[in-house]
Structures are given as C-alpha cells and as structure tokens.
C-alpha cells in the first residue's frame, strides 16, 4: 500500500531507463531456466565473465555466471557475511571476494537467489585473472565435475604466433571437452549463428556505450553497470541481440529529447575497474549531486572492446585471438592507451579509478595509468580504495571526502577555462 | 666447514657477491623471480641467472607504483630496481606466474632504466599436449630472444654442457635433502637454507664443487651417538627467504626434513631426459614437476604430492608458510589442510610479510604445535 501513497518525482521518473523493466524481467527468466535445468534434462556450465559462451549456446548448454553471482552478491549486501564464512573455510580475509562470497554459498545455497544451480562442468578462461583458475579448480573438486581451462598467455607487448596457435588448438579441445561431456557432435552450422548473433550483441553493446558521448550523456556508468548483464550472461543469443537495440532507440530517443543520465551536467567523468557493487547508488547519488556524471568505464567496455580481431563471418576461427586480447589480458601500457582513447571520445574531465582490493590485474599497474593519462590528457584523476563487493573495505568519510576534493579540483579547473 | 662459509657468505650479501663476480669474469647478469625462469638457457648463454629476493621493510618508491594489498615480493624487489640497488643487472626476466609478478613486469618494463626486460609467457596449465607444444616453442622464442640481448650464439652444445651442470647441481641438492631426511641433525636447517638459496644466485659451476665437498663431508661424519628426539616438520609454501625460521623450529624442538617451497625442493626437483632435443627437455622439466600453486597440472596434484612427501620422509607435521596477498597460495591453503587433516597430519599456518611475526610469538606457536606432534 506504502508504494501506491508514494508521490512519484516527475524530474526523477524522467530519467529512469524504461528497458531496465524487461532486463529484470529476462534475468529473472534467465535464473529460472538455469535453477530449474534439473528438471528439463538441460546441462547447466558454470563459466568465467570472459570466457567463451558461444561453444555453450551452440550445445545448448546453460552458461552460469559466478561473477555474476557475486555482483548479485556484492549489490545485495551479503558480500561480507558470505566472505566471513569463506574465512572460517580457511580463506585469508585479502582474496577476492567474488570468490570467497561464492565459494562460501555454494555448501549452504546462500546468497541472494539461494545458490546457483549444480554446475555439470566448468569452464574457466584466465583472460580475466589467476584467481579464476583457482576458484574453478576449488569448485570442481567440491562439486566433483570436469573442468576446462582455456589457458589465453597474457600478452604483455603482443599477441604472439605461438599463442595464436595454443588458443586456436585449445578451441578444439574445448569443442571435444563439450561433445564428450554432452553426448553429441559439434554442431558447426549453429556455431556460425551464434558467432555472428554474438558479434552483433556486442556491436550493439558498443552502440549503447557510444551513445554517451552525446552531451549530456543519455546514460551514465552506473546504468552500464546494470544493463550489462546480457552481454555477460546472454551473448550469443536473439534475446540479447533484441534488448539491446531496445535499450539503444531508448538512448536514442533520450538524445533526441534531451534528456540526461543527470538533470545539470557540468562534469563528464570516466570510470576505472569494477563498480563497488553494494554502493553503486550512493557513489551516482554523490556524484550527481556534485553535477558531475560517469559517461564512461574500462569495465563494461570490456564485453566489446576487443571486437576489433574478430570476423562475423569466421568466428571460430578468430575468437581465440578475440578472446585472448581483452582489456585486462594486455600490458598496463596498453590499457593506459585505451584510457586516453576513451578520455577523448568521450571527453572527460577527470577520472575515477577504483582501485580495487579484490582484483589484483585489474588494480596493479592504476598508478602508473594514473600517470600516463594524468600526462597525456592534462585531467586530473581520484583513486579509491575499496572492494567490488567486501563492503568492510568501504570508508564512507574517507571517500566521502576525497569525492569532494577531487570535484573542488575541477571546478577549479572549469573556472579557469 | 670451510665450503659452507664460503656459500654462507655470498648469501648474505648477494648483491656485492655478483658486483665482484661480474667485475672478476666480466660476464653479464640476469635476474628472475621465479622458479620457472630457465635457468639453464641463461647460463648457456654465458650469463648468470641471479634470482631476487626483495628486501626486508623500507619500501618508499615502489609504494608510487603498486598498492598497499600486493605482496611484499613484488613491492620490494621493484623497490630494489627503482631505488639502483640492482643496476649491476644486464637485465631481467619474467616468467608468467601470477597477476602480481605479471604486473610487476610491466611496472618494470616501463620504469626500469637498466637492462633489458624479457616476459616468458609460459602456459598456466602444464598437463596437455597443446601446453607442452606452447611451451617448447616459447622456451624456443626466449632462447633467441636472449642470444640477441646479450649478443652470444646458444649452441646446443653449450646448451646440453648447461643442462648437464644444472643435473649434476640438482641431484647434489636432492642428495643433501636425502641426507639431512635421514639425520636431521647432521646439519642446520639454516645451512641448508644457504645452500638453496647460493644455488639461485652463485657462479653454478664453483657452487657444486663447493656443495659437493660439503655433501662428501657430511657422508663422512660419523653419528655423535646423541639419541636425535626432535620432531620432524616439512614447510609448505612460495618463497621462504627467512634462515630465523629453522633456528627456532630446531629450538622449540623440531627439526625441517624437507620441503615444498620455490626457494626450495621445487627449485631443484626433476632431471632432464637425455635422450630428447634440449628444449624439449627443459620444457619436459617444468611440466612433469610439481607445480606452483599458479599454475594448473590436476586437481589435486599438490595435495596429493604433499601427502606422498609427508609420509616418504616421515614427517610428523607440516608447517604452511603463507606470504600475506599471495593469492596461488592463499586459495590452495583451505584444500592443503583439509588433505593433511584427512590423513591426521597436523599442520600450522604461518602468515608472513616481508619480514617473520615477532620471536616471542613465533617460538611460543612453534612449541605449541610441535609439542602436539
């Protein structure tokens, strides 16, 4: 009843994203499926963010998202009571919480959703980090079912012929890995399906990400954060495909009515690392509040940032050195480039970089990024430090003030230009 | 002994040892990090591999570069490089381990003034066909990628006269573990922890003519009749570079047997096959060992190794030495304890930094656990 007598703020329900309604509506559906595989006969593969989704799509397997898992975790703010349990496992307290939360729901069906559903095997791509390699090797001795590691070298200065070949070769074992594990062959003419839907989801994707660079930004960050989910979970299918041109004519009408992710925007700020998962309304709050959006981020860019090496026409063939080059997977060198690209297309003012405790790829080498883009760019940047989804890492006075000092910086700056 | 001071010596001034080494030969100097730094092509190259251990506390410069939460390994040995410490080093290079060191290479690559910079990007995973193939051909890659950056020819006879040096060197090691195994008391664990460690950083031909003595004298000597009552312990872990530690195990009553460390065992385990092309045979090396918690080769391939060490040689209790923000390890730690509980083996976990907890605490949880034994 409280919500019926709740008067609506017009300014407020302007800018909300009205697709977010059916993204809820597709996630929740998603969860059943996948929570209820048991009873359809449906394999159910847990996989790693980066990994490649679209073998999975193509047997008709389930993809589960542990990361996912811990976004849900970390937003619903059960990340330190699950990482206290994980410690009571043995777990050192300085790991990264994604996958202690995890590790510690699945003998206890905790979490927001009750547990993810009994993997029938892994699938686990080092792409992103080390720690995913430890995690799944944790959780096929738990859940006692096979694991496949799709090992991508971490290419430092350069994608190497040798590590085109190892990847290309291990594309196949992965293949042989599915069609043992499913009890049936490869099916090479839906691959070519799935390759060019998953090209266009993350093509749209992009397209969803450009539209920011419309001032005001029809959409910040923060939304990026949450409509990311398809692109995680669902690449490779029709339904991420038709979201995301829904959600993209939505930017586009905003752009066309002018409407902004915040009512004033005076400050257009570029976000580093993954969100801090159970603030994410307060940090928009806050910045907002200082007129000051997040246009952009290295995070979720990074489910098409490396569409530049893959062929629609021939994914099979080029999706090992798609999957090897992503954003996290390259020299700090490299990604401080790809910030400075970013600082111009979207042009920003300033950065936020959250460094993070829980991701050590991620995190190490900010410093140095700090500085090259700092440099190159001449704006001025915040380094946070918190945790994704461990909220007792989180000093609210602490970022509090930093948050103020950093906006006072550029207001100094705008004053003077 | 007069051959365990000369080692004793050089470990405790590692940095002067290689000045004057590098000014007497006139050969150059690479450093590593990591056990799975070949070795044996840098020596055939005519270098010496010279392994960095990082230093204890004083940590300023590093500190503009790496956050509080990476682990005292990585920040002090970057801290050595930023603050000249090492510029005796012609250069150095990275073998692909974990998202610290992987960092730390390009933190280094791109604020390191001298040497030169060689990322190794080895496979994660050592235990299929397409990972010994990547490997071979990476090993393949670095050997000349290090003939151009020291300028020298790597022949395969060169290569092979490495090889064999580095298999003489090894089993001298294994037998002076067999040895000390069999009569703990016949040697300090901090003498050994010297040898292990020279056997990183010391001219390898002049260290097994030393070590050789060494193990000859020790076969010599005669039992002194003291009945030996301590308690036997094997350490588990990455780096140990503390030679306290074994002094107070020994005094609370116990006695290191053998180990699964990097700066130890894992660093001198398994021969190469003869019969095979020498880079097959380096590669071959790395994949049958046993792993690094950084690297994959099976689901329970450490615990499983552990458990077989701990009943070979013995030992009645395993001590787990955990560098704190060591991920590989850290995330290994909970299935270690479990494997050795299921076979009631106690264990203790020992968290360290760069430097040991307090004495005091550290002796009073040594006596603890070793009087449980």
């Known amino acids: 009843m409280a919500e019926e007598m709740k008067v609506l703020d017009p300014e407020k329900e302007k800018r909300k994203i009205q697709s977010a309604k059916k993204m809820k509506e597709i996630m929740t559906a998603y969860y059943i499926e996948a929570k209820t595989a048991g009873e359809t006969g449906k394999k159910v593969a847990w996989i790693t963010s980066g990994g490649p989704v679209e073998p999975l799509i193509v047997m008709d397997v389930i993809p589960v998202y542990p990361e996912n898992h811990g976004a849900m975790i970390g937003a619903s703010r059960m990340g330190a009571a699950l990482y206290e349990k994980a410690e009571a496992m043995g777990y050192a307290s300085d790991l990264c919480s994604y996958a202690c939360s995890d590790i510690a729901c699945a003998p ?21 980090c080390g720690t995913v390699l430890k995690w799944y090797e944790i959780q096929a001795r738990y859940f006692n079912v096979p694991l496949f590691i799709l090992d991508t070298p971490f290419c430092h200065t350069e994608y190497t012929e040798e590590m085109r070949k190892y990847v290309r070769r291990q594309i196949d074992e992965y293949l042989r890995f599915l069609e043992e594990h499913c009890g049936k062959k490869y099916d090479y003419d839906r691959m070519k399906e799935v390759g060019k839907l998953s090209v266009t989801g993350q093509k749209l994707w992009q397209a969803v990400l450009d539209t920011t660079m419309h001032k005001p930004a029809p959409m910040s960050a923060f939304d990026a954060f949450f409509h990311l989910a398809l692109i995680v979970t669902l690449r490779g299918t029709q339904q991420a495909v038709d979201y995301y041109e829904m959600l993209l004519a939505e930017m586009k009408q905003r752009i066309t009515d002018d409407i902004g992710a915040i009512p004033n925007e005076r400050y257009r700020l570029l976000w580093d690392n993954l969100p801090v998962w159970y603030r994410t309304k307060w940090l928009s709050e806050k910045f907002a509040a200082q007129d000051a959006c997040l246009v952009a981020d290295t995070y979720t860019s990074a489910w098409c940032g490396s569409l530049k090496y893959v062929d629609e026409n021939n994914f099979l063939e080029t999706m090992a050195e798609c999957y090897t080059r992503i954003y996290l997977n390259i020299g700090v060198d490299e990604m401080a480039r790809t910030v400075t690209a970013m600082v111009d297309k979207y042009d920003v003012d300033g950065i936020v970089m959250h460094s993070n405790r829980s991701c050590k790829p991620y995190s190490l080498g900010q410093y140095d990024i700090q500085r090259i883009v700092e440099k190159q760019k001449g704006i001025p940047s915040l380094m946070l430090e918190a945790d994704m989804t461990d909220e007792r890492k989180f000093s609210e006075s602490q970022i509090e003030t930093r948050i103020d000092a950093f906006i006072e910086i550029l207001q100094e700056k705008k004053r003077k230009t | 002994m007069k051959n365990l001071d000369e080692i004793r010596e050089v470990v405790r001034d590692p940095y002067g040892y290689a000045k004057k080494y590098k000014a007497k030969t006139h050969q150059k100097i690479v450093g590593y990090f990591c056990s799975y730094a070949p070795e044996e092509i840098i020596w055939a190259a005519g270098a010496l591999p010279f392994r960095i251990f990082g230093r204890k506390g004083n940590i300023h410069l590093a500190d503009q570069h790496l956050q509080s939460y990476c682990c005292s390994l990585v920040r002090s040995v970057l801290e050595e490089a930023l603050s000249g410490e090492l510029n005796f080093l012609d250069g150095a290079i990275f073998p692909h381990t974990c998202d610290s060191i992987q960092r730390l290479s390009d933190i280094w690559r791109l604020n390191v003034p001298f040497g030169f910079h060689t990322d190794v990007v080895l496979p994660v995973k050592l235990n299929t066909d397409s990972a010994r193939e990547y490997m071979v051909s990476v090993l393949r890659v670095f050997r000349a990628d290090l003939e151009k ?60 003519t030393l070590l050789s003595g060494v193990v000859k004298e020790l076969k010599q000597k ?80 450490r615990a499983d190794h552990l458990v077989r060490m701990v009943r070979e040689k013995a030992a009645q209790g395993v001590i787990i030495l955990l560098l704190k923000f060591c991920d590989p390890h850290a995330f290994d730690y909970p299935y270690l304890k479990n494997a050795l509980d299921r076979e009631g083996v106690p264990s203790l976990l020992l968290e360290v930094e760069d430097q040991l907890p307090p004495e005091g605490q550290l002796k009073t949880r040594f006596e603890a656990f070793l009087e449980m034994l």
């Not at chain 2, 298999?167 to 294994?174: A, C, G, I, N, V």
């Not at chain 2, 116990?254 to 021969?271: A, I, K, N, P, Q």
């Not at chain 2, 095979?276 to 950084?294: F, K, Q, S, T």
């Open chain 2, 149 to 208: 950056k020291l300028d020298v020819t790597i022949t395969d006879d060169a290569l092979k006269a490495s090889m064999t040096l580095y298999d003489q060197l090894r089993s001298t090691l294994r037998k002076l573990y067999e040895i000390r195994a069999k009569r703990p008391d016949i040697i300090s664990g901090s003498d050994v922890y010297h040898i292990v460690k020279a056997a990183v950083i010391m001219d390898r031909e002049h260290l097994l």
């Open chain 1, 108 to 128: 206890i069906n905790g979490g927001p959703i009750g547990g993810l559903p009994r993997p029938d095997m892994l699938i686990c791509c080092n792409n992103i």
């Open chain 2, 222 to 301: 005669k039992p002194d009749g003291v009945k030996f009552d301590r308690k036997r312990v094997v350490i588990s872990g990455g780096v140990c570079d503390f030679p306290d530690i074994y002094q107070l195990i020994e005094e609370a009553g116990g006695s290191v047997v053998w180990d699964d460390l990097c700066t130890g065992m894992r660093s001198f385990e398994g021969d190469f096959d003869k019969t095979a092309d020498p880079i097959e045979a380096v590669a071959g090396r790395y994949l049958d060992r046993v792993v690094c918690p950084a690297k994959h080769s099976g689901l329970t391939s």
